[in-house]
């Protein structure tokens, strides 16, 4: 299949050493991905939302719900205690700039 001009940018992408890395090092390479701690932190509420859920969903099922409650709030310790507020990297705005177009409504 022939191209019609269009070229994949270049992107850079990190090296990564299998570790998690600081803040610091995320900030370096402009990484928004947080560490490894986080995300698990991450899933478990994600997992206690989803058996909550489900649990209502089927039944209601309260015993499955009130189990998907106690993930969050381990979920919630575990974020905690991992500190994963300190994942935040804020950036510099971006400037877009607007896209040419030529509508009725277009402001003069």
């Keep these: 299949m022939a191209r019609s001009g269009h070229q994949k940018p270049d992107i850079h992408v990190p090296e990564t050493h ?8 995320a900030l370096e390479h402009g990484s928004h991905a947080g ?3 986080s995300w698990a932190a991450v899933s478990v509420m994600l ?6 859920g489900i649990a209502l969903c089927v039944g209601p099922n309260w015993l499955f719900f009130w189990i998907g409650a106690g993930l969050i709030a381990v979920g919630g310790i575990l974020a905690l205690a991992f500190d994963i507020f300190s994942d935040v990297i804020v950036d510099a705005p971006r400037v877009i700039s607007a896209a040419e177009h030529h509508s009725p409504f277009e402001r003069q």
Excluded at 18 to 25: H, K, M, R, S
Excluded at 47 to 52: K, V
């Design 47 to 52: 997992l206690g939302f989803l058996t909550g």
């Design 35 to 37: 560490r490894a701690s």
């Design 18 to 25: 299998g570790t998690e890395g600081t803040v610091t090092e």
